[in-house]
């Protein structure tokens, strides 16, 4: 019965499967320093196209050349996006504090 077998359809599931795992738990770890969010979701979208496109690999050795290879790029777009989000966070709370619903009343900028 080739279902079952090692290059079976339920096997290959399986394997996808695992490496999706193992990727989440690397992008998982890698972000425990927020600083590194950018860099470890740019790895794991990355690696993620690759397990996908059946490109075959070691998840993690390519997951850290790709973390590597993107840091200084990611990680300056994602510490904009954090100063803008805690920008966002700080005005929509100071709304709310002068009993304003939303952020009317209160000038963004």
């Given at each position: 019965?080739?279902?079952?077998?090692?290059?079976?359809?339920?096997?290959?599931?399986?394997?996808?499967?695992?490496?999706?795992?193992?990727?989440?738990?690397?992008?998982?770890?890698?972000?425990?320093?927020?600083i590194t969010i950018g860099?470890?979701?740019?790895?794991?979208?990355?690696?993620?196209?690759?397990?996908?496109?059946?490109?075959?690999?070691?998840?993690?050795?390519?997951?850290?050349?790709?973390?590597?290879?993107?840091?200084?790029?990611?990680?300056?777009?994602?510490?904009?996006?954090?100063?803008?989000?805690?920008?966002?966070?700080?005005?929509?709370?100071?709304?709310?504090?002068?009993?304003?619903?939303?952020?009317?009343?209160?000038?963004?900028?």
């Amino acid at each position: 019965n080739k279902l079952f077998s090692y290059d079976g359809f339920i096997m290959r599931l399986f394997e996808k499967i695992f490496d999706l795992m193992l990727l989440h738990l690397l992008w998982v770890v890698f972000s425990i320093p927020i600083i590194t969010i950018g860099a470890s979701t740019t790895a794991l979208i990355s690696m993620a196209m690759k397990i996908i496109g059946k490109e075959e690999g070691y998840i993690f050795r390519n997951f850290i050349r790709e973390f590597k290879s993107n840091f200084k790029k990611s990680t300056c777009i994602w510490l904009v996006f954090l100063v803008l989000f805690i920008w966002v966070i700080f005005f929509i709370r100071m709304s709310f504090s002068l009993g304003t619903t939303g952020a009317k009343g209160v000038a963004l900028i």
